[in-house]
């Protein structure tokens, strides 16, 4: 059975009623002082006309700091904690924060401060850095068929071969929300409303950097407006604002401005790949050969590892995969949308088409004949996998025979036509989830924990999931989440929101059915008392009897019964959990002027389970969106002299508008992995973006001939 | 933003009174609130002119007038302009977006300041805005720079569409002060940068622009605007062309681009080379050699060079 | 607004036509000069609204720190994404690059200001329908562009709504939806 059912916070999202971080009031607000060198130290700040400015509360440096403890464990957020020194390890760094009446006094107050610097020379060029790149602590994966003595041995070995060099950018998550922060104490006790994708997260480190107990500290964010991974980290605002309100004694919000999200909050390190293919003449692959290389900043221990997924992807006897980085004195970055997949499948899913150019092969067939019955680098089983139907069911909905395999042979007027195809994989996996399910006596339910709805759709999953379990219409389900003073459950963050808080809600709403049967049968007021009374669709029956769960309540007197239940996280060992998808795309290059434009999308997907159909199908098409930016448009350069990003705002750092993107066509295969879970959906919050770029590129080439294997493919690159 | 204070004029003449040095007119504000915002500008007075009578598209057999204040939005919809100046509508149409072209004004619009980024965050030398203290864009990210009448003191591109369009038309635009009126060719009213990228133009302090003014052009025309988005975004290259041909041959053309000159750049050896050609993509492609004759590529913009040609010759070939 | 005029003639205040502007200043003021806060009145939603505030002080700063209307989102705070987009006189605007007290005697619409009491206007129930967004953060605005695209008489095509809607970025990427929700609110499907 298929849901689609619209977001039950709808409404307050379409007349301005959900209330986001930076909409709760504040009565001082913070504006951040930002570094303009890469490397080197703060010798000087001089506060003095900051301070005198009108409305000005406070100006905090670091040599006038915040106390604030280190909080940077082996998490994402940057190691150091924000003006506990006055080194510069970015350009772009919180080095300062001045508090004001207004937002415009602190604007306008921090402008008035010029640091002076003892500048160092910076490691920022990424690309000089890729041939002396440090190899990670697991620098190499490497599967050999028997008797096979090398990766490069079996590559000799292949009829055919192909090996290129693909480059991708530093990309920028952009949510359009950018990261803001209210910090409101009363007494001893911090309530701090911050864009954030997970509550817990900012408890647990903001009570660390505070220097007070956790359960002092309750964090309220229901409506983040988009994450990407770019709200994992708790920012320098979000520790200032708290400690700035506590030193004030006054609410303050600290917004950082869109140009100070870019080195602020996190990035997509940019990433060098080597992908070497060996074939048979009849295309079986002999050996994937993937040497992965991406920037990592000094300030954070977050990296990507982008080489991975071709462990994982296509079958073939001999896989060697290498993983290292190159330092850079740039700003922390932190998980976008994929991380590794997304830069990783581009390189992989463009070789796999350089393949089949090269042995005059269908693409499409080439991905098939090589399909991954058992996971290719362990042999285990796959616990769900359909992606040969999504590679027939998308081929045939999208016209995928109709393609002319010569490139350059299709044009339409000005425009020249191409049709390109890749596949997307993203791990499935579970974490440990907490969820409440409260029956009360007005017939509602409320279903809580301490998740995160990015725009994933989460508050619809657990109204549907249940409303589903108990029986009853999804408008009588209260969903809860982004509220610290709930149990905990999974944050929003690898794919794992529905995957691992589906299933507990699901648990929940059986522990709050046997709670309430256990009263039922016991409650001296109960009709039922004595009886063994059951529960079906919101009733409770027995003898004939039947009464709705709320009337039952009523009459026992209770306010409510609850059940609470908690899954552990990980999955049955032994089998392959992947979430796999089938892109198809057609793109169109002006004949004079270049430009791609992407004219046709059609994505297929094999997720297990989709709980609602529509806020799932939203996700796989803003994920294919967000891939075509990073296909097409999405650069962001770091100046080799002073380490800043170029063009850091939205004229500049171009995301897709709504003139960039076509029709998408989504569609999904709805079969239930119950070796995953009982729930048997996987995640989908991130497949959708993978081999997105792969796709695009591919279907350049078909339409120019061209093979654009640097990140964004731009016009420049085809004229 | 610095401080500033603010004042609505209710005539032309109260406004003149009220300009000067110091003071910036407020129209649209799309760029005065923006870079004040930035502290690029930093006026100390503004003199909102919005409910100066600086109004009206008039279209006559021998032209157009556009009142200064007449907003974007509104000249693009325009009938008579869009088929009668359909390079104008269209330059219009593809600038900005729908809210900005609401709010913008056809003065202002001639008036914006270079998107150069380095300009626009004032914690970055700039000689345009800074004079002396450098030019970061020469060896820095460069790509939307312009390669055709820079300077080692400045290489930013003239931003404004619709200034391409105007002065491929061989439109003038009518300025007034306490002193009088004067109308000046918008060709002439944009300076190069040479070694004072900061003065841009011919505006005399507290000048007001009153109307814009446009010839009558009865040939086939086309504004084709090249850039990595489909839209909201300025032009990498832009041609706006009006050719005239009769029986294949073409006997006249007009061609300005932009997105690669530091003022719209009118293209007088192109039109030239185009007079007597046959109409046909060889010879299009052919006379655009010639607009970038004496170009300066940077670091990241050599491919403005083809590109811009290859705009000329779209456009050429689009004409209609 | 007699006695709000600023030592140097100017108006700290807001009716536009009523500013007396012969006295001369002298220019080239040091930037940390006070100028006195005007009183600002609005109308928003067809309600009045008064406030204190600089000259410098956005529309949109104006609606989310000083009237308490939040609806309007700040995601750039430079024209450049459309998340501050309101109607001024039943036009749409970016409300970050619009100084409130140029607003004075205007009718400013919010995202607030759209719904007929309880029954949501019908570009809000097509975004619903369609699930014309995700996180929800660039949706009044885009909703505030939907409704004059809606009555937009010079768009015809899909790409024409595409085209009109480029004024809104949404970074989730509900675009093919909100297509499909300006279709329903102008009756197409
Ligand atoms: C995100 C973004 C994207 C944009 N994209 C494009 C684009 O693609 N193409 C394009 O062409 N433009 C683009 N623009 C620029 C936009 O078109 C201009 O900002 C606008 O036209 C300026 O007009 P305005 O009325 O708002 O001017 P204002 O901001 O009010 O004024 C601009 C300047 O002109 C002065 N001024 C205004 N009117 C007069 C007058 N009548 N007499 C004397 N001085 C006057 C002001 O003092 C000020 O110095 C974009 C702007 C933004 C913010
Ligand atoms: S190109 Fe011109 S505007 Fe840009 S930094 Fe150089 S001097 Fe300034
Ligand atoms: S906040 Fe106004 S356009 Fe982005
Ligand atoms: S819905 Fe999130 S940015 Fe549009």
């Not at chain 1, 009464?547 to 007197?557: K, N, R």
């Not at chain 2, 038309?169 to 300025?175: E, F, H, K, P, Q």
């Not at chain 2, 839209?231 to 006249?252: I, Q, T």
Request: net charge neutral.
């Amino acid at each position: 059975m298929t849901v689609s059912l619209s977001r039950v916070e709808s409404r307050l999202k379409v007349t301005g009623g959900a209330v986001f971080a930076a909409d709760n009031v504040a009565t001082a607000y913070g504006y951040l002082v930002t570094s303009t060198i890469a490397l080197g130290t703060v010798t000087a700040m001089d506060a003095t006309a900051a301070l005198a400015a009108p409305g000005v509360l406070a100006v905090y440096t670091p040599f006038n700091p915040l106390k604030l403890f280190g909080y940077g464990d082996n998490s994402t957020d940057e190691t150091a904690p924000v003006l506990q020194d006055n080194g510069v390890r970015y350009n772009g760094q919180v080095i300062g924060m001045v508090v004001a009446d207004t937002f415009e006094h602190a604007r306008d107050a921090a402008s008035l401060i010029a640091p002076t610097y003892d500048v160092k020379p910076g490691n920022v060029d990424f690309a000089a850095g890729v041939a002396t790149a440090t190899p990670t602590s697991s620098p190499v994966a490497e599967v050999l068929a028997p008797g096979v003595t090398s990766i490069d041995a079996a590559l000799a070995a292949s009829d055919v071969t192909v090996s290129a060099v693909y480059t991708t950018p530093h990309q920028h998550h952009n949510p359009m929300e950018p990261h803001a922060a209210v910090a409101v104490w009363t007494d001893d006790r911090l309530t701090l409303y911050t864009a954030t994708q997970g509550v817990m997260n900012v408890v647990s480190h903001m009570a660390r950097a505070l220097g007070v107990d956790q359960s002092k500290v309750h964090v309220v964010n229901p409506y983040v407006g988009g994450a990407f991974g770019g709200k994992i980290g708790n920012w320098a605002h979000v520790p200032l604002a708290a400690a700035a309100a506590r030193a004030l004694g006054r609410p303050v919000k600290v917004a950082l401005t869109r140009e100070q999200t870019f080195a602020v909050s996190g990035h997509r390190p940019p990433s060098h790949q080597t992908v070497t293919l060996g074939a048979a003449k009849d295309g079986t692959l002999v050996a994937i050969k993937h040497e992965g290389v991406s920037g990592k900043s000094q300030s954070g221990p977050s990296m990507e590892n982008v080489a991975n997924q071709s462990l994982t992807t296509y079958a073939s006897p001999n896989l060697h995969v290498t993983r290292a980085f190159v330092p850079l004195d740039v700003s922390a970055m932190t998980p976008m949308r994929a991380p590794g997949e997304t830069h990783g499948a581009f390189a992989l899913e463009s070789a796999m088409d350089e393949l089949a150019f090269k042995l005059g092969m269908d693409p499409l067939a080439l991905r098939q004949k090589n399909y991954a019955v058992k996971v290719p680098n362990s042999g285990n089983p796959w616990s769900s996998k359909h992606l040969d139907e999504c590679y027939t069911a998308g081929a045939s909905a999208f016209g995928w025979d109709k393609r002319n395999p010569v490139p350059g042979s299709v044009r339409d007027g000005d425009w020249l036509v191409g049709l390109g195809t890749a596949t997307a994989t993203y791990p499935a996996s579970r974490s440990k989830s907490t969820i409440k399910v409260r029956l009360q006596a007005d017939g509602t339910a409320v279903v809580s924990g301490t998740g995160a709805d990015l725009g994933t759709g989460q508050f619809t999953v657990f109204a549907i999931l249940g409303a589903q379990a108990l029986g009853i219409p999804a408008g009588s389900i209260v969903p809860e989440l982004g509220d610290s003073s709930l149990p905990v459950a999974t944050p929003a963050g690898g794919s794992t929101s529905t995957s691992s808080n589906g299933p507990a809600v699901l648990a929940a709403a059986d522990a709050a059915k046997a709670a309430l049967i256990a009263q039922a049968a016991t409650n001296p007021a109960s009709p039922f008392n004595g009886k063994t009374p059951t529960y079906a669709n919101g009733m409770v029956s027995a003898d004939g009897v039947s009464m709705s769960f709320g009337s039952l309540l009523t009459a026992m007197d209770l306010p409510a019964v609850e059940g609470t239940s908690s899954l552990p996280s990980g999955t049955t060992k032994g089998y392959g959990y992947l979430s796999f998808g089938a892109h198809f795309c057609e793109v169109r290059v002006n004949r004079w002027t270049g430009e791609p434009r992407v004219s046709r999308w059609l994505t297929v997907i094999d997720a297990g389970t989709i709980v609602n159909e529509k806020t799932a199908r939203s996700q796989v098409l803003g994920a294919v969106v967000m891939g075509i930016g990073g296909a097409l448009l999405e650069d962001s350069r770091v100046e080799p002299d002073t380490g800043r990003y170029a063009g850091a705002n939205m004229a500049a750092y171009l995301v897709p508008v709504n003139a960039d993107i076509p029709h998408v066509d989504v569609q999904f295969l709805n079969y239930p992995d119950t070796v995953f879970s009982p729930l048997g959906a996987r995640g989908l919050g991130e497949l959708g973006i993978v081999g997105v770029a792969g796709a695009v590129a591919n279907a350049v080439h078909n339409a120019t001939g061209k093979r654009v294997r640097d990140l964004p493919i731009t016009l420049d690159k085809l004229l | 933003m610095r401080g500033f204070g603010y004042g609505a004029a209710a005539s032309v003449r109260q406004a003149l009174t009220q300009g000067g040095d110091g003071t910036s007119y407020l129209a649209g504000g799309t760029t005065l609130v923006d870079l004040m915002k930035l502290e690029v500008m930093t006026p100390a007075h503004v003199v909102d002119i919005n409910s100066l009578p600086l109004r009206g598209i008039q279209c006559t057999p021998a032209g157009l007038r556009i009142g200064a204040l007449e907003r974007m939005a509104d000249v693009a919809v325009h009938h008579e302009v869009a088929s009668r100046w359909s390079m104008v509508a269209t330059a219009l149409r593809l600038s900005a977006s729908p809210q900005l072209r609401n709010m913008a004004s056809i003065g202002g619009n001639l008036l914006q300041r270079t998107r150069c980024d380095y300009f626009r965050d004032v914690r970055m030398p700039c000689n345009k805005r800074k004079p002396g203290s450098g030019c970061p864009a020469v060896n820095g990210a460069n790509r939307t720079h312009a390669v055709l009448g820079t300077s080692a003191s400045c290489v930013a591109t003239h931003a404004s569409d619709l200034a391409v369009a105007l002065v491929a038309l061989d439109a003038s635009i009518r300025l007034q002060d306490r002193h009088g009126q004067r109308v000046v060719r918008l060709a002439d009213f944009y300076r190069l940068p040479g070694d004072t990228p900061a003065v841009e133009n011919q505006l005399r302090p507290g000048e007001l622009i009153t109307e814009v003014i446009v010839p009558a052009c009865d040939w086939p025309q086309a504004y084709v605007k090249v850039r990595d988005r489909t839209s909201y975004e300025f032009a990498l290259a832009s041609a706006a062309v009006a050719v005239d041909v009769h029986r294949g041959v073409v006997r006249d053309a007009r061609i300005a681009v932009g997105g690669v000159g530091t003022r719209p750049w009118r293209l007088p050896a192109t039109e030239e080379a185009l007079r007597g050609k046959p109409a046909t993509e060889e010879s299009y492609l052919e006379a655009a050699k010639l607009a970038v004759v004496g170009a300066k590529p940077l670091g990241d913009n050599a491919f403005k060079l083809p590109l811009v040609q290859r705009t000329i010759a779209r456009a050429l070939a689009g004409a209609r | 607004m007699a006695g709000s005029v600023s030592r140097r003639g100017f108006l700290g205040g807001a009716a536009a036509a009523s500013v007396a502007g012969t006295v001369a200043w002298a220019p080239g003021r040091a930037w940390a000069d006070p100028v006195p806060p005007a009183r600002i009145r609005l109308s928003v939603n067809g309600k009045p609204y008064e406030l204190d505030a600089d000259p410098g002080v956005t529309l949109l700063d104006a609606l989310r720190e000083r009237i308490g209307l939040t609806g309007t989102k700040k995601g750039c705070d430079r024209g450049q994404c459309g998340a501050c987009t309101v109607h001024v006189d039943g036009r749409r605007v970016v409300s970050c690059l619009t100084l409130a007290i140029t607003c004075v005697g205007k009718n400013v619409t919010t995202i607030e200001g759209i719904a007929d009491g309880d029954a949501l206007h019908p570009v809000q129930q097509a975004f619903v329908d369609c699930d014309g967004f995700q996180c929800g953060f660039c949706t009044s605005g885009q909703i505030m562009s939907a409704v004059e695209v809606v009555s937009d008489r010079s768009v015809h095509t899909d790409d024409d709504i595409r085209e009109a809607m480029s004024g809104n970025i949404c970074r989730c990427g509900a675009y093919s939806n909100i297509v499909d929700a300006v279709k329903q609110a102008r009756g197409e499907k």
